[in-house]
């Protein structure tokens, strides 16, 4: 087949590959495996029987003997070649999150790792008796008797080999998204047991254009192996860096087992990159150039993010300057209930006074909503919310705090704001009997949430804290206090139920007004004496990434006909 030819086979086949992503790793890998499985098998069998048939003399390889008297006639520039050899077992490694480690554990030393090792020794055996057979010895080392059935495993196992650095960039998209050093994107999750198995369309169709520009704009074999074996180098040298810091802090490793560590995996790392550095004007440049362009991405995405809620944190409200307000907030109060989305699940943010400050009126109640995200499969409904009262009665101030597992966060919550008014209104109704019942023996202290241990508690000031599985709380130090038996306080007829009916109908009365979700829009940007490089990087790339990434409105599933952006800019 001409090179065209194998050219459009080559980018049908990634299409395919890249558009079965959706379906999961789960499924993927039960798809794959099989293929893979009778790969290896199949390869190492050929191996064997090569060696075998040919020349087993050729196991001396493993001696360091021989290594060391390859690289004394000249063998240290054929390494990047060599490095070759080992390209896509470290995708392996790379998969943890999306399989168990001991799978990983017995898959690589059971069965990638000896097939390897049969494999190349079986080649080298063959071309012992055949030297003219360099440039195809793969395929010329196949007995000829299984020569095509291996031949169409060997193209589908071609295929499947990139699955492993497909979820390997899926987990590493992830991490960065969880550091705040990639712009937003919409992450599914494709399995209830494995928290690592995701998949991000965006990503997924951005790596399917790399791979078929690659594909397609290489003119020969060689460049494509220069490229990817420079990757796996420079991928090698970083892991070892960040070994080497994981030994020093978190294990407290001895010196000296990290200096023997360092400088055994330098010297051999070391050995590879100066080889493989010949050939960065060889196709070795690409994955330099795409390393650097998400480099670029990622820190001033962090850079601008980082700014940005450094902002919102030093620039939110005092409790005191909303008592000084007094219950009208210094504004009329029209009907209506204003949810107000922060980032902050303490305090005032910046974003009520400045929309305060620049419109004559607020709504009747204010709610401020916190979405957080736990590392759990999903919420139960009833357990969802967290509210407390900020301020006195009169204010009808409240903050809530919704809680999403991993899974939740991709299913659309049509009903969330009738859960949110739910559990509202179920605070005010414990809230009331609670009052009604403070010097009784009813309710116990349960233990203490502080601030800090509880990111996803509200702090300022007294006030009332629930979850909605009937743990309220009041106090200035917010203490959770669960009711042990609510039907006890109702019967005991102590209960300031006029003063709770009247509340419920002014929040039903301000329901019916109108729900109106207020989200903040800072804007950063770059002061005007700064240097260009910080001008560029601020007010055009990260400007850019803030409008193609996912925008909150999205992301809490907010409907448009009842939104209003509250803008702001912040000069860094």
Request: one cysteine or more; proline letters at 3%; aromatic letters at 12%.
């Amino acid at each position: 087949m001409s090179n065209g030819v194998v050219v459009v086979v080559a980018i049908v086949i990634l299409v395919g590959l890249f558009s079965m992503q959706h379906y999961g790793t789960d499924r993927v890998g039960w798809l794959f495996a099989p293929i893979v499985l009778l790969w290896f098998l199949l390869i190492g069998g050929i191996g064997a029987f090569n060696i075998w048939k040919y020349d087993h003399t050729v196991l001396k390889a493993f001696s360091p003997v021989y290594v060391y008297r390859f690289l004394r006639r000249g063998g240290w520039s054929a390494l990047g070649g060599i490095m070759l050899s080992i390209t896509g077992t470290e995708a392996l490694f790379a998969d943890l999150s999306h399989f168990p480690v001991l799978v990983v554990q017995i898959a690589f030393t059971v069965v990638v790792f000896p097939c390897l090792l049969l494999a190349y020794s079986g080649q080298a055996a063959y071309l012992m008796k055949n030297k003219d057979h360099v440039s195809d010895a793969f395929y010329r080392s196949i007995p000829e008797d299984i020569y095509w059935p291996m031949f169409i495993i060997a193209t589908a196992a071609a295929c499947v080999a990139s699955q492993a650095t497909i979820s390997a960039t899926f987990s590493i998209i992830k991490q960065a998204l969880a550091h705040g050093c990639f712009p937003r994107v919409k992450v599914v999750h494709t399995s209830r047991q494995f928290l690592g198995q995701i998949y991000i369309p965006d990503i997924n169709w951005i790596l399917m254009i790399l791979c078929i520009s690659v594909t397609a704009g290489f003119k020969n074999q060689s460049q494509i192996g220069n490229a990817y074996g420079t990757a796996v180098v420079i991928v090698m040298l970083v892991t070892t860096f960040l070994m080497i810091l994981i030994m020093l802090l978190v294990w407290r490793c001895h010196w000296i087992l990290v200096l023997i560590f360092t400088v055994l995996s330098l010297l051999v790392e070391c050995t590879y990159l100066s080889s493989v550095l010949l050939k960065v004007d060889q196709g070795g440049w690409v994955p330099l150039v795409i390393a650097a362009a998400f480099l670029i991405i990622m820190y001033v995405w962090h850079y601008g993010t980082l700014k940005r809620y450094e902002f919102e944190m030093h620039s939110k409200v005092s409790m005191a300057w909303i008592l000084g307000l007094g219950p009208s907030l210094g504004l009329v109060r029209v009907p209506g209930i204003g949810l107000v989305y922060t980032e902050l699940a303490r305090g005032v943010p910046h974003i009520f006074s400045h929309f305060i400050t620049n419109l004559p009126a607020i709504h009747s109640v204010v709610v401020f909503v916190c979405v957080k995200y736990l590392p759990v499969y999903t919420v139960p409904q009833d357990e969802r919310f967290l509210v407390k009262r900020i301020g006195p009665k009169s204010f009808h101030m409240f903050r809530c705090v919704a809680r999403y597992g991993y899974k939740d966060l991709h299913k659309k919550d049509d009903e969330f704001e009738k859960m949110l008014f739910d559990s509202l209104f179920l605070f005010v109704r414990l809230e009331s009997m609670m009052e009604g019942c403070s010097d009784s023996d009813e309710y116990s202290l349960y233990g203490q949430q502080t601030e800090r241990s509880a990111d996803f508690l509200s702090t300022n000031n007294n006030g009332n804290t629930f979850s909605a599985n009937l743990e309220p709380s009041t106090s200035s130090n917010d203490s959770i206090v669960p009711i042990k038996s609510p039907s006890r306080i109702r019967s005991s007829g102590q209960t300031s139920s006029q003063t709770e009916v009247d509340e419920m109908e002014f929040l039903n009365s301000c329901r019916d007004a109108g729900v109106v979700h207020i989200l903040g829009n800072t804007v950063v940007r770059a002061r005007s004496d700064s240097k260009l490089v910080k001008k560029i990087a601020i007010n055009y790339i990260y400007a850019f990434l803030r409008k193609i990434c996912r925008e909150n409105s999205v992301i809490f599933n907010v409907p448009h006909e009842s939104l209003l952006n509250v803008g702001q800019v912040f000069y860094v």
